[in-house]
């Protein structure tokens, strides 16, 4: 007999906490998701527009599910994140959303979030079981797609991710556009971490213009750009954050994550002295990295600035011993994109899926 109960309890959080490495403990391509972290994406256990979810067989935990109201002004919906669930229980999986779902009905439901698309960990793997997960992407079973459609969820968008070889890459066509682009007068550099604050601002508003009309994306609010601030101190690089500028004015911008799962895998998931001090100082180099973000303001597209952008990492790639790098993800409606990866060499490796079920 399976049973669905809310998390209203630290007994209860135990064992919604636990499910990952009831799912995953023997998985050798499994890394655990910060201790820490989680917490801090799971947010307030008062907030009456969220529900976190425990599916039980007896005193087992089976399966999990988190769902919460979206209340964007544009984009109201209810985002479902956090799910897991073991192998041979697809009607926790539906159990599940139907309790879920019932938060409101009158919705559609879609995910998986934690709780927003830009939050790390977007989309079910559907695609790309064989390479372990890059930092901040989703891994899951590969029958994780199945039993979401089975519980009514179907596929809403796919999100592709390209792995780039920089030792053997055809760089010709992206050498070329970033000279134009330094003949345009496009300058890029590194986040001037003197201006931590504002230049992460800078970062944020940059994103809100130039990716505003992509499929999902919402505008980074006051609290994001804080979290995103905080963040910098121990998950972006200021050396792997570019700005890219157009006499003194903003033209794009493009944030690189330093592959940190091994790190992270090698501390457990816990953030540990060991592991804190490797994310503050990093004195050890890491060979792989994930292109996380890329945005150039339409004014600037036609004077080549996301190659000089690309350029410019790899470069610094080169100069400090990365060898290859994570494109994700990019949507698979994205055509110019996916062009361009592939004329640099580059191959989809991945695939992720947003899924959706609507109103009921």
Wanted: one cysteine or more; aromatic letters at 12%; hydrophobic letters at 40%.
């Amino acid at each position: 007999m399976i049973r669905v109960v809310e998390v209203n309890s630290p007994a209860r959080l135990r064992s919604f906490l636990s499910l990952p490495e009831l799912v995953y403990g023997r998985d050798p391509l499994w890394v655990p998701h910060l201790g820490l972290q989680t917490l801090i994406l799971l947010g307030s256990p008062f907030d009456r527009q969220k529900r976190l979810l425990v599916a039980f067989e007896g005193d087992r935990p089976i399966a999990r599910l988190a769902v919460k109201i979206h209340d964007h002004p544009t984009n109201r919906a209810l985002h479902f994140g956090f799910y897991e669930c073991l192998w041979g229980y697809p009607e926790a999986t539906r159990q599940l959303v139907e309790e879920a779902h019932a938060l409101a009905p009158e919705l559609s439901m879609v995910g998986p979030y934690h709780f927003t698309m830009e939050d790390p960990y977007t989309g079910v793997l559907v695609d790309g079981f064989d390479h372990p997960p890059c930092f901040w992407a989703s891994y899951n079973p590969p029958y994780y797609a199945d039993y979401l459609e089975r519980a009514g969820l179907h596929k809403a968008q796919d999100l592709w991710t390209y792995y780039w070889d920089w030792e053997n890459a055809r760089l010709r066509p992206i050498e070329r556009r970033s000279q134009k682009a330094a003949e345009y007068g496009i300058t890029v550099r590194s986040l001037d971490t003197r201006r931590r604050f504002a230049e992460i601002q800078q970062v944020a508003a940059t994103m809100n213009r130039a990716l505003q009309d992509n499929w999902g994306f919402e505008e980074f609010t006051k609290e994001q750009v804080r979290e995103l601030y905080l963040l910098s101190f121990l998950f972006l690089d200021p050396d792997w954050l570019f700005l890219a500028h157009h006499q003194e004015n903003a033209a794009g911008t493009c944030i690189v994550l330093p592959d940190y799962n091994p790190w992270i895998k090698a501390a457990g998931g816990r953030l540990t002295p060991g592991l804190l001090k490797r994310l503050l100082f990093r004195t050890e180099g890491l060979p792989h990295v994930r292109a996380w973000a890329l945005g150039v303001l339409p004014e600037y597209r036609t004077m080549l600035t996301a190659p000089a952008l690309m350029q410019h990492a790899v470069e610094h790639g080169r100069a400090t011993g990365t060898r290859s790098c994570d494109v994700s993800w990019i949507l698979e409606s994205n055509t110019p994109m996916n062009a361009m990866l592939r004329a640099v060499g580059a191959y989809r490796h991945k695939v992720h899926r947003v899924v959706e079920r609507g109103p009921v």
